[in-house]
């Protein structure tokens, strides 16, 4: 019979090994946000992570995989941020919705989602993950906005305000268009409140 190691004499590796994961990740947002899909190759990642790329390469056998996993973690990472909104009222989360959609999270993801229109072996793996991300952030969104989906017309409300939100962010990419979107938000702020009565 071999000696059995103790579980606490693998916690160090494991502990390095979740830590360089993260950084990879964090890296590959970073990089996506930044300089796009064109620029975010392996090795640049695995330079900003401050790891070789054999060491990312052992994390993430492909690009896609590491890109993929890149979203993924922005996609918990802005249900994360979801979850933790206190209940200020609707006007407040609409607020909080535009803010997830117009910062550098978003930002990422987007670049993702250009590559994908034009990588084949991206492209399924995006879709399913975005479709998988859009259904949890509406499941949130209908949380904290308190709304009745069984009402007529709730449901579409609150989606419009999700692609309210994108569009916003989108707009964001080009012009930093601050003081425009406060008043939209405020609008649509409103009409949610109103329409969610």
Known sequence: MGVVTPPTAKAPKQDRSRATR???????????????????????????????RGAAQHHFPTREDLFTAAVEYVAEERSQALRELPSRGRAAVVAALVDLYTGPLFRAALHLWVAASNEEQLRPRVTELEAKVGRETHRIAVRLLNADESRPGVRETVQGLLDMARGLGLANLLTDDAARRRRVVAQWAALVEEALE
Do not use: D, K, P
Not at 26 to 52: D, F, K, M, P, Q
């Open 22 to 52: 993260q950084r990879l990740l964090e890296a590959a947002v970073a990089c996506l946000a930044e300089v796009g899909w064109a620029g975010s190759t392996v090795s640049v990642v695995a330079e900003r992570a401050g790891v070789s």
